[in-house]
């Protein structure tokens, strides 16, 4: 029989839980919701102060009551925050454990703190400033959020307003200490099997974790072992209460050993379009194609590309051959190809991205082989955000903007982003500025749908916008699907800005 052990994220406790453990019960599996000291039911002993360690020990008091010799397989469950303490629990209960299962949360280190994984820059300032303000023991706690303001923890997508009801209702403050103790981990943990369950509704995908693999992050190369397995969830990061019925499907498919297997990183594909092998200039962060005919000033093409990328991803992004190849294939018709690096290596990076690719910009304006007059960006991904700068006030020397797959709103993963990054509201100032839209047919839920938004808002302010469809591509289509079909998409796309910049 399987033991599923249940950990629910911050503010909340077992009830949260109450539907899919029904369902898994009729399944026959045996269940227990863990009540974590001082949150959601739980109690600590008087005078105790709570931390991360303190739930760790209770998750480890219910694994130790039901381990035993009657055969009963252990499967730890970890959503969001109750994953540190699931990973805690079963780095010293290794032998005992069959399967961790992370639940649309992240993936702890060790000596990070909870906290790091809080993808919203406010609610993570506001949890240092009660720490610094001298908040301490037992009572020091990040009150729960008021019932509109959950989002900030996770996607609602889904969640019927009753559940939402009764989710504040009975949320309790968040213990400091747990957030802010880092996580101890000797790496015995490593040795026990895992799933991870994503749900698409906030922006997460297997086959953005699988980009990130091949990006080449360390921390990543362990979720490519044929015993971890994903699966995803069509809705948002509350499925316990949007979804029972398919979560506790899915636990149980993630306790037979089910799923999606990573693919180790491979060799990187060439581009899709035969280009000529062009010489390139590296001037700092920038490289440039040039056209192979001589000639006076060309117009220039930036392609900038998306993220977040890890800081110590080889190779850098500029010598991705995806990205090596769009500028190559501009130089041979004609423009300066123009392939950067910038820094964005987390969501609160956009602000120091965005400065690196307007010097960039600038850098190229001024060579002199370049007519700073006409000039192009191309942003891919997860640099959608980029785009509003330049939508929100187009210089005139902007002749076309474009995008591949693009983030064009903040995802609910990633809490609150600056105004400044939102390039739904600032298509409202891009005037007549062309715009170049290439769209994923099979893009994650989470994307298209900040697709949609931006388009609605293109061309509900009569915004210039052509909208290129490849119905049958995936997110990255250059080089998750060789087709014609992407070919044709590619060919399209770059005429399209060619059109516009040359014009």
Not at 95 to 119: E, F, K, T
Not at 399 to 421: E, I, T
């Amino acid at each position: 029989m399987t033991v599923f052990i249940l950990v629910s994220g911050v503010f909340t406790g077992p009830h949260v839980w109450d539907d899919t453990a029904s369902r898994l019960t009729a399944a026959g599996a045996e269940v227990r919701a863990v009540a974590l000291s001082g949150v959601g039911g739980g109690h600590p002993a008087d005078g105790e102060d709570i931390d991360l360690e303190s739930h760790i020990a209770d998750v480890l008091g219910v694994v130790d009551r039901v381990v035993g010799s009657d055969g009963r397989e252990v499967v730890l469950v970890g959503h969001d925050y109750g994953i540190h303490p699931v990973l805690g629990a079963a780095d010293r209960r290794a032998g005992s454990v069959a399967r961790v299962v992370y639940l649309d949360s992240g993936l702890p280190q060790d000596g990070v703190p909870a906290l790091a994984a809080v993808a919203d820059q406010g609610l993570r300032e506001e949890v240092l400033r009660l720490a610094a303000g001298g908040a301490h023991g037992a009572g020091a706690a990040l009150p729960p959020p008021a019932r509109d303001a959950w989002h900030l923890w996770g996607s609602t997508a889904g969640v019927p307003d009753a559940a939402l009801d009764r989710l504040t209702a009975l949320a309790s403050p968040q213990p400091l200490g747990t957030l802010l103790q880092p996580l101890e981990l000797t790496g015995a943990a490593a040795s026990v099997p895992m799933a991870g369950v994503l749900c698409t509704g906030g922006g997460a995908s297997i086959a953005g974790v699988q980009a990130q693999v091949d990006f080449g992050e360390p921390a990543l190369q362990a979720l490519t072992d044929p015993r971890v397995t994903f699966f995803e969830l069509p809705t948002g990061h509350w499925p316990m209460l949007s979804d029972p019925a398919a979560l506790a499907v899915t636990l149980l498919g993630a306790a037979a050993g089910e799923g999606h297997r990573l693919t180790p990183a491979a060799p990187p594909e060439p581009f899709l379009l035969d280009v000529p092998e062009l010489p390139r200039e590296r001037n700092g962060s920038i490289d440039l194609y040039l056209p192979p005919s001589a000639g006076g000033p060309r117009p220039a093409l930036l392609f900038v590309h998306g993220g977040p990328v890890p800081l110590d991803a080889r190779p850098t992004p500029r010598d991705w051959p995806v990205l090596t190849g769009y500028a190559r294939y501009a130089a041979d018709n004609g423009v300066v190809g123009v392939t950067l690096d910038h820094r964005l290596h987390a969501v609160t990076d956009y602000a120091v991205a965005a400065d690196d690719v307007a010097d960039a910009v600038e850098r190229v304006r001024a060579d002199p082989r370049v007519d700073g007059d006409r000039v192009a960006l191309w942003f891919f991904s997860g640099a959608g955000p980029l785009t509003a700068d330049w939508l929100g006030k187009p210089p005139p020397w902007l002749r076309c903007l474009a995008a591949d797959y693009p983030v064009m709103a903040p995802l609910p993963s990633w809490g609150r982003l600056d105004g400044r990054f939102h390039p739904v509201d600032a298509v409202a100032h891009a005037g007549s500025l062309p715009l170049v839209l290439v769209r994923a047919g099979l893009e994650s839920h989470g994307i298209a749908a900040t697709v949609e938004q931006f388009l609605t808002a293109a061309h509900a302010y009569g915004a210039s916008i052509e909208v290129i469809d490849v119905p049958n591509g995936h997110h990255s289509f250059e080089t998750a699907d060789r087709t014609d079909e992407s070919r044709e998409a590619v060919r399209r796309a770059v005429g399209a800005v060619l059109r516009h910049l040359t014009a």
